[in-house]
């Protein structure tokens, strides 16, 4: 029976203290040549813990069984491995043959198994970037597009709709304006934008990625399959921004209700853990970004279009012309270059939002010649849409300028007596700067307000106020001249 190492122990102990078998055996309790097995298992540098193996009736068939995993390269399966010992006399059973196979392909793997050298980055050289499902917002998939600067751990989340590769180039676009510059390589995996087939196992890049690459003054790479120091960074960003920024059960995040709202979470998500320590430099990211800063390319002043799509300049009616349809933007983007591209049934419309970010701003229904797309939302100072726009007051003489100066009240009878087609409306307009000489702005104010109200359909304006017929003033008694007719 076979002791455990506690029990081992203490025959070990009991040997040291007596310095024989038959006193150690006494004092542990057990039998003296097990007592005697353990003290010259330790004496010939053998581990007493560890238990001698026994011969096995498989131990004649090793060498044959080693041939087989040697010339199959370590393929051939257990139960092939059986089926030929048992015709070259083989009377064990298949989990004796099993166990042998398996340790005969872990001694042939040791041998050959593939190694790497662990990626020691420099400042400028790398950035990596790979994708991340987001969260669901009415219903609809977004996707996270994760960067990481490999030598400061600069990390870089903006959600999108999409995965295209024009939406790609824009958030490239606004991750290399976010670190300041371009590093010397771009590095992700063998997505389809990228990398559009292998060909003897060299990878086919994608000619608009290409080009990008070009534009901005970086090679953008694939990784190798199966390397881990190829992607690592990137993939861990992509695992961290998912559990922190996408509601799930485990971490009870709400919902978000928009777009924009994501957006916000994730600026501040990047924010937090870019300004925190991390624990394989011992730095914070910022601050090492601020010297890899000095080693990165200078960016080009405008994104490649090629990819985002057709350039537009917005107009001052917050609308685009794209096929001969108008679409309208959201405001703040008058004046604006936008880019355009259609994406299925879709129109996209990325613009360079005021944190210097290329972002999209909206996407509209593909329409046809005569239906244009116009959002109500984009035009928040007009609520009830297009109506007939009402004058305002401009006056340019001294008795126009006076006749304002009373008061808002003074306003409003204008608006109203002159499309009412009132007469004589230049003389009431001096009367009445004449009664505020005499009686004040607020009460002649008041009755022009009045006067406005009741419309075109009295005869006469209300007074000025109760006692102002009644005033003893000279020239001034009797009934306000404010009426209509």
């Not at 989340?157 to 490239?172: F, H, M, N, Q, S």
């Not at 695992?239 to 978000?256: E, G, M, Q, T």
């Not at 999209?360 to 984009?378: K, N, T």
Request: glycine content about 8%.
């Amino acid at each position: 029976m076979t002791k455990s190492d506690r029990e081992i122990m203490e025959i070990l102990e009991a040997y040291d203290l007596t310095g024989t078998v038959w006193s150690a055996a006494t004092l542990a309790g057990h039998d003296p040549k097990r007592v005697k097995r353990y003290v010259e298992a330790r004496a010939s540098g053998r581990n007493p813990y560890e238990r001698e193996p026994r011969p096995k009736m498989i131990d004649a068939f090793l060498e044959k069984v080693e041939e087989w995993v040697e010339q199959s390269k370590a393929t051939i399966r257990a139960d092939v491995v059986h089926e030929k010992l048992v015709k070259m006399g083989y009377r064990g059973s298949a989990r004796s043959s099993r166990r042998a196979v398996n340790a005969a392909k872990t001694a042939w793997k040791a041998g050959k198994r593939r190694t790497y050298r662990p990626w020691i980055s420099e400042p400028g050289r790398w950035l990596q970037f790979d994708w991340g499902e987001g969260s669901r917002i009415a219903g609809r998939r977004t996707w996270l597009f994760c960067a990481w600067l490999s030598w400061s751990r600069f990390r870089v989340v903006i959600p999108v709709w999409d995965c295209t590769l024009g939406t790609l180039v824009a958030c490239l676009d606004t991750t290399l304006r976010r670190i300041g510059g371009a590093p010397t390589y771009v590095l992700t995996d063998n997505a389809k934008t990228v990398t559009v087939e292998h060909i003897a196992g060299i990878p086919v890049r994608h000619p608009q990625m290409v080009a990008a690459g070009r534009h901005y003054g970086c090679q953008v790479v694939s990784c190798v399959p199966y390397d881990p120091e190829s992607k690592g960074g990137a993939e861990a960003t992509v695992k961290i921004a998912k559990a922190d920024l996408v509601p799930a059960s485990a971490n009870l995040l709400p919902a978000y209700d928009s777009f924009a709202e994501l957006a916000d979470a994730c600026r501040t998500w990047c924010d937090a853990v870019n300004s925190r320590r991390h624990r394989a430099t011992g730095q914070i990211p910022a601050d090492r970004l601020d010297i890899e800063r000095t080693t990165l390319h200078v960016l080009p002043i405008e994104p490649l279009a090629l990819a985002l799509g057709e350039e537009r300049l917005v107009g001052s009616d917050r609308t685009i012309s794209f096929n001969s349809v108008r679409y309208s933007t959201p405001p703040g983007y008058t004046g604006a270059k936008v880019w355009c591209r259609v994406l299925g049934e879709e129109l996209s419309i990325t613009a360079r939002t005021n944190s210097g970010d290329l972002s999209e701003i909206w996407r509209h229904q593909l329409s046809a010649p005569g239906v244009p797309q116009i959002i109500d939302e984009h035009y928040p100072d007009h609520p009830d849409g297009r109506s007939i726009h009402q004058p305002r007051l401009q006056p340019r003489s001294e008795a126009e300028i006076a006749f304002v100066g009373i008061g808002p009240g003074a306003g409003r009878w204008l608006k109203e007596a002159g499309p009412a087609g009132a007469t004589r409306i230049r003389a009431k307009m001096a009367r009445a700067v004449e009664l505020a000489t005499v009686l004040g702005n607020g009460k002649v104010d008041q009755a022009l307000g009045l006067a406005a109200t009741a419309g075109p359909s009295r005869a006469e304006c209300a007074c000025v106020t109760h006692g102002a017929s009644q005033s003893s003033a000279k020239g001034v008694t009797g009934t306000t001249p404010f009426h209509w007719g």
